[in-house]
């Protein structure tokens, strides 16, 4: 060490309260005002908490005490979402009882008092004595957590569930749950309060059947019940019907009944799949045109793993493949997704190298080329499989990989000599996505050396703002120079962006990237936003953590906002998906009565608006045709003042229902569409023509 080094090591360094005063001279004071004495006090008692720290302080939660202290980390949340789970835990259940081969039938029924039954024709929970702990085996199931054939006791070879926490947690988070038990010609019974029972497991009939119902009522916080659970008991009909309807087409065969009978007219459901796989990819299709008649289906096991997969090709640019690991959906793909492209992409590559679909100068198709326009399904069955979170969204399982390589490679390669005119249709098709490609990677840099060269990198009609923090930024999407410039005046300039746009944007749905690209307005959204496009998306990049859809409230509003929803869902699906996109909530009237002034944002408001300030004089009702009739003061106060306006997050709950969504209402065919709009006309009170 050299001396001068030294020197400065050992120098005298400035007293603390300097430094503190460095940092801030306001916090010197308040400090300087302590002597040793009151120091070493308040140290003292900052550190009692790590004193105390012993035996006493550790608290066990027995039983299912856990679960209920923390739901959140059993359930994923205490929402809508969270309560659905319940119900998916214990049709998991009986699901697992059909994949070992002992159930057949299915019935789920959402009652007029807020409960929910399961009800199987499996073997039925266990009910004799467990040799450890000295209860019936049904109780131990329900009542402590991680007990249960699916842990390597042997009772099953394959089981799925949504987290895997089981029976245990719905008793824990449910007021009420009643087991009923049908085994050995006896009916057997036992309650349960917030998991814990009643009374001990009783025989009370005897039958001719076998299987469970489990009825439970969930555990719903509100006056009467502050240590409740859940924030809502009110089930979602279509939500579990979507589930239960995926859970019959993954299971060949197997009987899901679904009933509702809150309303006064009682819905059913009774989904069957003979055809398991391949009738899924039908009724995914159904608002498309399918290039060949029936969809390919492989099926195949190999090293105790069971592999199916049914795909199809249609006439449209997007692609629909969702993969699912005994059952469990996983949106993140995994080890199965990643083997099903590389077969595809080499079974595919391979035949048309054979016979001459690819000229020897062309380069071999890319795995986006063979997914475009197709529909699959991805299905694998194995004992204990591996996933990388928590929420199991995505299959770790390193072998799988190969195993569905494997088997699709073969099968499909198969499937292609044995189908020459399908095969066909399929490297055609494969061929032009090829070229579309193409044609859409010269554009993107035709407009990034068209950025370059030009004056400003941003849109020249771009009204920016001056924060630089994306976290803290919005821009908003307007329609027309008129509603752009109330916008533009009565914005906050410090963290609100304007883009105004012309007219109503192209419909990705029916058109290729290339020719989106062409599209004035887009290449003006995807210039503004900074985060590219397609597989060239930067989340990093992006320049506004809120994007809002800010268009007239009518249809034609409606209109424009579906199409920017489109074309982010189609082409930039992760700003959708990860809570960035927005739809703003424009008044539709305003009223004013006096000196009231209230504005109302649809019809059943303004109802109850004219109740409440009375009708007698008649009140002035002002109904805005669009933005531009309000003055940018108004436009502020109502649609663009955090502190008073509303707006609506745009994420799809279910990424499959969102994809046929999106096909139903901006696709080619027109007959859904019509029948959607007849089935759904009774929600539109007031059309403008």
């Known amino acids: 060490m050299q001396e001068n080094e030294m020197q400065e090591l050992n120098a005298p360094k400035e007293s603390e309260e300097q430094e503190v005063a460095a940092e801030d001279p306001g916090k010197v004071d308040d400090y300087v005002q302590l002597n040793p004495e009151e120091m070493e006090r308040e140290i003292r008692e900052a550190t009692q908490v790590t004193e105390d720290y012993g035996e006493e302080q550790i608290q066990v939660l027995e039983g299912l005490e856990a679960v209920r202290k ?67 085996a049904v109780e131990v199931c329900l009542t402590i957590l991680h007990a249960g054939g699916k842990f390597g006791g042997g009772g099953y070879k394959v089981s799925g569930g949504l987290h895997g926490v089981g029976a245990s947690v719905v008793n824990a988070l449910s007021r009420h ?4 038990v049908y085994q050995d010609g006896k009916i057997y019974q036992q309650e349960y309060e917030r998991g814990k029972y009643l009374y001990d497991l009783k025989v009370i009939g005897s039958t001719d059947r076998t299987g469970t119902t489990i009825q439970f009522w969930p555990d719903v916080r ?9 924030e809502t008991g009110a089930f979602e009909y279509e939500t579990l019907k979507t589930r239960l309807r995926e859970m019959a087409f993954l299971n060949t065969g197997i009987r899901i009944l679904y009933r509702d009978e809150r309303p006064e007219e009682p819905k059913e459901n009774d989904f069957c799949y003979a055809g398991g796989l391949k009738e899924y990819v039908k009724y995914l299709n159904r ?6 008649p029936e969809p390919i289906y492989t099926e195949g096991i190999k090293d105790g793993i069971l592999v199916e997969v049914a795909l199809q090709y249609n006439d449209s640019y997007q692609d629909a493949i969702y993969s699912f690991a005994n059952n469990i959906a996983t949106p993140d793909g995994g080890t199965h997704l990643t083997g099903f492209n590389t077969a595809l992409t080499r079974a595919i590559n391979s035949y048309g190298r054979k016979y001459k679909y690819l000229k020897d100068s062309d380069t071999n198709l890319k795995s986006d080329d063979v997914r475009e326009s197709l529909t699959a399904i991805v299905s694998i069955k194995m004992e204990d499989p591996q996933f990388e979170s928590q929420t199991k969204s995505k299959l770790g399982s390193g072998q799988v990989r190969g195993v569905v390589d494997a088997i699709v490679t073969e099968e499909l390669t198969t499937y292609l000599e044995e189908n020459p005119p399908i095969a066909k249709t399929i490297l055609d098709r494969c061929v032009n996505a090829a070229r579309a490609r193409e044609a859409a990677r010269k554009a993107r840099e035709m407009t990034r050396r068209k950025t370059v060269l030009e004056s400003a990198s941003l849109p020249g009609k771009l009204a920016d703002c001056s924060e630089r923090d994306p976290s803290k930024c919005e821009i908003f999407m307007v329609e027309g120079d008129s509603a752009g410039g109330s916008a533009k005046e009565g914005r906050d300039r410090h963290f609100q962006a304007i883009l105004p746009l012309r007219g109503k944007i192209l419909n990705v749905e029916k058109t290729r990237l290339e020719r989106a690209l062409s599209n004035q ?28 859809c800010m268009t007239d409230a009518d249809v034609d509003g409606a209109h424009i906002r579906i199409l920017l929803l489109t074309f982010f869902y189609r082409y930039m699906r992760p700003l959708v998906e990860k809570g960035y996109v927005y739809a703003a909530m424009p008044p539709l009237y305003k009223v004013t009565r006096g000196k009231i002034e209230r504005y109302v944002y649809d019809d ?29 003061e108004q436009l502020w106060m109502t649609t663009m ?49």
Do not use: W
């Not at 969102?658 to 096909?663: I, K, M, P, S, V």
């Open 70 to 136: 923390r739901p959140g980390m059993y359930i994923g949340s205490t929402d809508v979402r969270g309560l659905h789970h319940l119900v998916y835990e214990i049709v998991d259940n009986s699901i697992d009882e059909a994949l070992a081969g002992f159930c057949k039938e299915i019935e789920v029924v959402l009652h007029r008092d807020g409960s929910v039954s399961v009800k199987d024709d499996g073997r039925g929970f266990p009910v004799g004595i467990h040799p450890k702990t000295g209860r019936p």
């Open 177 to 180: 749950l009643t087991v009923t």
């Open 222 to 230: 509100d006056e009467s019940n502050p240590e409740g659970v859940f």
């Open 287 to 292: 608002h498309k045109t399918p290039l060949f």
């Open 521 to 548: 307005e887009i290449r003006a959204m995807i210039t503004a936003f900074g985060c590219g496009i397609g597989d060239e998306f930067d989340e990093t990049k992006l320049r506004y953590h809120r994007i809002v």
């Open 604 to 632: 059943d408001e303004l109802q109850r608006v004219l109740d409440e300030i009375g009708r007698d004089p008649k009140p002035d009702i002002q109904r805005y045709k669009g933005l531009g009739e309000m003055s940018s």
């Open 641 to 689: 003042n955090p502190e008073t306006r509303t707006m609506m997050r745009i994420t799809p709950e279910d990424a499959m229902e969102a994809d046929q969504l999106f096909t139903l209402l901006m696709g080619d065919s027109v007959e859904p569409r019509k029948q959607f709009i007849q089935e759904n006309s009774d929600l539109v009170k007031d059309l403008d023509i």
